[in-house]
C-alpha cells in the first residue's frame, strides 16, 4: 500500500481549510511533487516552492517549504534570482496554465533557453479557474468558457512542444488519472540539471465543468485516463486518431549548460582576466 506522507509536509492548520474545490486536480499534483521530493531525501529547508496567481498558485502555501506565493505570471522570475542567489537549492515552481504561458508566457519561454535549474510543474486545466472561467492559452479550439460563449477560436499551445523548442533540458506530460507517472516525472525533473518542464493536465470539474459540461472530478479523471497515450503509442497513430489524445511521456531529456554553471564559470574567467591585468 501507498505510505501516505503529505501530512508530514502540510503546513499547521493555519493554512486551511484549502480553497480547492472537491474533485480539483491540483492537490494531485501537489501529492505526486510532496512524493517526488520526500523520495529524493531532500529535506524541507533545501526546497523553494515559488508560484504566482491561480488557484494551483496556492499550493506553497499549504506546504512547509520555504515558500514564495508571488505574482501574476512573475513565478519565473522569482524563482531565477533565488536560484542565482543560492545555486544549492532546489527550486520548484507550480504553474497554471494561463499564469505559465499568458501573462509569464514570456518569462516562460526565456527560462527554458537560459535552461536554469528549476523545475516548473505547469497545471494544465485548459482554463482560468480562480478568475472565473476566461480562456487559457490552453483551451481547446472550439471548448467554452467565460470569455468564449460561442467556443473558442483560438488555437491551444501544446506547452511541451513549445517548452522542448525553447530549449528546456527536460520536458514531460503526464495526466493527474497517471499518478505515479506524474510522480516519476516530477521526480527526473528536479533530478535534471538545467530547466525542467513537466506539464500535468488535470480536471477543472468547476469552472471547465461548467461551461463544457464535462462532468463531475472523477468523470473528468476517468475522461484523462481514456484520452492518454504514451508518445510510444501515438507514433503508431494517425493525425485523425491523435485528435482528442493526450499524448503522455517525455519529450525532451537534454544535457545542455545548465545557466549558474555557466554564470560561475564566467565570473571566474572575469576576475583572472581582472588579476592578469593587475599583474601587469
Ligand atoms: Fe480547481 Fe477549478 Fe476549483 Fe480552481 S476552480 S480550485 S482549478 S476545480
Not at 503529505?6 to 510532496?34: E, Q
Not at 528546456?168 to 540539471?193: D, M, P, S
Amino acid at each position: 500500500m501507498m505510505e501516505n506522507i503529505i501530512h508530514d509536509y502540510l503546513r499547521p492548520k493555519k493554512s486551511f481549510p484549502h480553497v480547492w474545490c472537491p474533485g480539483c486536480g491540483d492537490g494531485i499534483v501537489l501529492n505526486a511533487m510532496v512524493r517526488a521530493i520526500h523520495s529524493l531525501g531532500k529535506s524541507k529547508d533545501e526546497v523553494v516552492f515559488v508560484s504566482g496567481i491561480g488557484c494551483s498558485s496556492r499550493a506553497p502555501a499549504y506546504t512547509d517549504f520555504s515558500s514564495l506565493h508571488g505574482i501574476h505570471g512573475r513565478a519565473l522570475p522569482f524563482a531565477t534570482g533565488i536560484k542565482l542567489a543560492n545555486p544549492k537549492l532546489t527550486v520548484v515552481v507550480f504553474s497554471g496554465d494561463g499564469d505559465a504561458l499568458a501573462i509569464g508566457g514570456n518569462h516562460f519561454i526565456h527560462a527554458c533557453r537560459r535552461n536554469i535549474d528549476i523545475t516548473v510543474v505547469v497545471i494544465n486545466n485548459n482554463i482560468y479557474g480562480m478568475t472565473g472561467g476566461q480562456a487559457s492559452p490552453t483551451m481547446p479550439t472550439g471548448a467554452y468558457g467565460a470569455t468564449a460563449p460561442y467556443g473558442n477560436l483560438d488555437r491551444p499551445f501544446d506547452v511541451c512542444k513549445l517548452a522542448a523548442a525553447a530549449g528546456a533540458n527536460y520536458v514531460a506530460r503526464a495526466t493527474a488519472f497517471q499518478f505515479f507517472q506524474l510522480e516519476k516525472c516530477i521526480k527526473e525533473g528536479i533530478e535534471k540539471k538545467g530547466f525542467s518542464v513537466i506539464e500535468a493536465v488535470t480536471p477543472c470539474p468547476s469552472l471547465y465543468s461548467f461551461f463544457n459540461n464535462t462532468g463531475r472530478g472523477v468523470d473528468m479523471l476517468k475522461k484523462l485516463r481514456d484520452r492518454a497515450v504514451t508518445t510510444q503509442k501515438a507514433a503508431t497513430l494517425s493525425p485523425a486518431e491523435l485528435e482528442d489524445k493526450i499524448v503522455t511521456g517525455v519529450f525532451a531529456n537534454e544535457n545542455f549548460r545548465e545557466y549558474c554553471a555557466g554564470y560561475a564559470e564566467l565570473v571566474e574567467k572575469a576576475e583572472r582576466s581582472k588579476k592578469n591585468e593587475e599583474s601587469l
